[in-house]
């Protein structure tokens, strides 16, 4: 049976730590970083890559728009 | 280690669902963390490229926050006085009609000082889209109260929350073009959650589609937060728009003459 | 539609409608106002939309239209508005931002007496806002005075052209006597409208250049210092190029009137008037009002034993005049307000009260 699975890359320093992505994100694959950006800000990173499956919504919810969403049929 | 590896394989050119469209310009939004402005200006920014349209399509900014919405899209644009952007529209729709021309206007620009140039470039029914932002206060000058502020809510000019009696109503400018005869799609959303920023991106491409069909003026209405002046955090914001503002202010579509067909 | 010169009775806001057209003007947007409601009316009826392509709207204030304009003006069409006095003074927003936007555009104010709602009769009362800025921020407009039907007409065409050239609002300073009175007048030939488009101009970002921009803001401080000196060398080469006046027996002048529009004609009768008494008196009339023939004002100065500054107003043009002669000699103000028109005797005559004096 196919299997999908998704991953993100965050633009680090667009972003501007808002959490809207986390909030979005319906498995819990994004957290908020513990160091900050070149502009103070801690920014969203893929915390369990494993969990995502790259439905975008992250990215689609995300003002600054840092999101890629990359996504295979396994 | 074979697990960071599968995952790593997935961020391949040819495996992107999404990422940011090309018609952004490289410079980093000025808007605060989470602000709504910066969502639909990619959003517009997504249906431009989408349709291919950027060498047809004339932007106007307004006063206000989004004034610089000519640094981050890459197309032509006009900065208006506030509150004149339906003016400048109007005339460069009917100087060059085969363009697509779209206003971007938040609450104070057009639910203010605008009223007049709103009401009659909707009243003629020229073949514009006019995008207003609703946020329910001044973001630019520092959170003072909008004609569009919710009873009790406060702001830096009613601190103690709006008082209808002292401070008028809040006027819902949507509801009102939705009445008049030129306007042809008229509609509320949101973009505070992923299936709404879809709604939005399907309203505001409709309204583009509409444009070209020369069906008269097109207004979507996205109610949208300001975490900075209403002193939240964004999660926290948008929360609150949706127990306070969505009340007032109810999304969905007010005019849309295609679909009453359908039913 | 001709291709020929065309003699015409007409209205002065009449001719501008006309002259407007031939000049193969893109769009015209305008609210109605005495004493000017001719210019909308005319091109209502003519309906240049169905022949040149111009466009014309009637406009829901002239907050709008004026804004209408930089909406235009900013697609790099040739676009004009129209109003007196009170509409003027509602377009100053609008006309401060297509200064600042450098946009290329015309405005035509047919004066009315004022302040405020004031009379629908003549006046020259607005001098100081048409040559001054009028909106906030530094800067001005080019300023044609029309003192015929002839010039109303003229100056649409002459406006737009150095509109153009230096991407700069110009505007025709008229009044209700020239605005209304009906004279003969030359029109020209109609001219195709323009194809042309400017390279600055928002027409749709093509992948052969990079977007454009129209817009008058400049947070950073040292850009908006950089922008208001590319201003004032702009104002200062139009000063240098683009000064315009007429004179009438100037040459051997010992007392010189100067007067534009309405106020330059009756003292044209009020020389004649002068001369027949044996006094030796000219008009200088200046054409443009920014540019202000100040230097030629200022040799005259050197001859002349008194300079008359005659306009229908409490006193504007004559800071203009005085500062052209530095106070080399006396200058005097005369003028009658209200919208009454100066007569050619009360000129005289109180020139002589001077001259006695």
Redesign the interface.
């Known amino acids: 049976m196919a299997k999908i699975k998704g991953n993100i890359v965050v633009d680090i320093e667009r972003c501007k730590g808002c959490e809207l992505c986390m909030a979005e994100c319906p498995t819990g694959t994004i957290a908020m970083s513990k160091e900050v950006n070149h502009k103070g800000y801690s920014y969203a990173y893929a915390a369990r890559p494993d969990l995502c499956i790259g439905c975008a919504n992250c990215a689609i919810v995300c003002p600054d728009g840092v999101i890629t969403v990359y996504k295979i049929k396994i | 280690m074979n697990d960071t590896n599968q995952m790593n394989d997935i961020i391949k050119p040819g495996n992107i669902v999404y990422k940011r469209t090309d018609l952004m310009t490289d410079d980093i939004l000025h808007y605060c963390p989470g602000c709504g402005h910066s969502t639909v200006h990619r959003i517009i920014a997504e249906i431009i490229d989408e349709e291919g349209i ?5 932007g ?1 900014s307004p006063v206000g926050c989004s ?1 610089y919405l ?1 640094n981050y899209i ?8 506030h509150g ?1 952007a339906p ?6 729709k ?3 009609p085969d ?1 697509y021309v779209f206003t971007y206007q938040g609450d104070g620009d057009l639910a203010a000082i605008g009223t ?2 709103t009401i ?1 470039a909707c009243n003629r029914g020229e073949n514009i889209l006019i995008v207003f932002i609703n946020n329910g206060i001044y973001g630019m000058t520092g959170g003072q109260m909008a004609p569009t502020t919710i009873p009790g809510m406060k702001s830096s000019t009613s601190p103690y929350g709006r008082d209808v009696e002292m401070m008028g109503n809040l006027i819902k400018m949507t509801d009102i073009v939705a009445t008049l005869p030129g306007t042809y799609f008229v509609t509320r959303q949101s973009v505070h959650s992923a299936v709404n920023v879809r709604r939005t991106k399907k309203a505001i491409r409709k309204a583009f589609h509409y444009q070209k069909l020369k069906k008269g003026t097109c207004f979507v209405e996205v109610v949208s937060n300001c975490p900075s002046n209403w002193k939240m955090t964004p999660v926290e914001s948008n929360k609150w728009m949706e127990e306070n503002m969505f009340p007032y202010y109810p999304l969905g579509d007010l005019k849309d003459p295609e679909k009453q067909q359908e039913k | 539609m001709t291709q020929e010169k065309e003699l015409r009775l007409m209205k002065g806001n009449e001719a501008v409608a006309e002259a407007a057209i031939r000049a193969g003007a ?2 015209y ?1 305008g609210y109605p106002i005495t004493p000017q409601s001719e210019i909308l009316e005319y091109l209502m009826a003519a309906k240049p939309y169905e022949t040149t392509g111009m ?1 014309v ?1 009637q ?3 002239e ?3 004026i ?6 003006a ?2 790099g ?1 040739k ?1 004009m508005t129209t109003s007196s006095s009170p509409g003027i003074s509602l377009k100053q ?2 006309i401060s ?1 297509i200064a600042g ?1 450098e946009l290329p555009c015309l405005i035509v104010n047919v004066v009315r007496g004022g302040p405020g709602l004031g009379t629908i009769q003549p006046a020259q009362s607005d001098y100081f806002q048409a040559v001054k800025g009028g909106g906030h921020g530094d800067y001005h407009l080019i300023v044609l005075a029309p003192a015929s039907v002839q010039e109303m007409a003229d100056f649409v065409g002459l406006g737009f052209d150095l509109a153009f050239k230096y991407r700069n609002p110009v505007m025709i300073l008229s009044d209700g006597a020239i605005g209304q009175m009906m004279e003969k007048v030359w029109l020209g030939p109609y001219k195709e409208r323009s194809k042309d488009v400017p390279d600055w101009a ?6 052969d250049r990079e ?7 400049h947070l950073d401080s040292f850009s908006e210092e950089r922008f208001n000196q590319k201003l004032i060398k702009k104002y200062e080469e139009i000063k240098s190029k683009e000064v315009r006046f007429e004179e009438f027996n100037c040459e051997d002048a010992d007392y010189v009137l100067v007067a534009y529009g309405t106020s330059a004609r009756v003292c044209q009768k009020s020389v004649q008037m002068a001369r027949a008494e044996g006094l030796k008196v000219g008009l200088l009339r200046p054409v443009t009002l920014f540019p202000f023939p100040s230097k030629r004002i200022s040799e005259l100065s050197t001859r002349a034993k008194m300079i008359l500054s005659v306009e229908m107003s409490s006193g504007q043009m004559v800071e203009d005049v005085l500062l052209a002669v530095n106070g080399k000699i006396p200058v005097y103000h005369y003028g009658r307000m209200g919208g009454i028109v100066t007569a050619p005797d009360e000129v005289v005559d109180f020139l002589k009260s001077k001259i006695g004096g």
């Open positions: 950027q060498s047809e399509t004339i106007i004034v000519y890459d197309i032509d644009c006009q900065e208006a006085a004149r003016a400048l529209a109007t005339a460069i009917r100087l060059m363009k007049a140039e009659h | 893109d769009g947007f466009v709207l406009a829901e204030s907050v709008a239209a804004n209408m304009v930089y909406g235009g900013g697609c069409k676009v927003e609008g931002y936007a928002t027409t749709g970002k093509t992948p977007r454009n921009i129209i817009t008058s803001l």
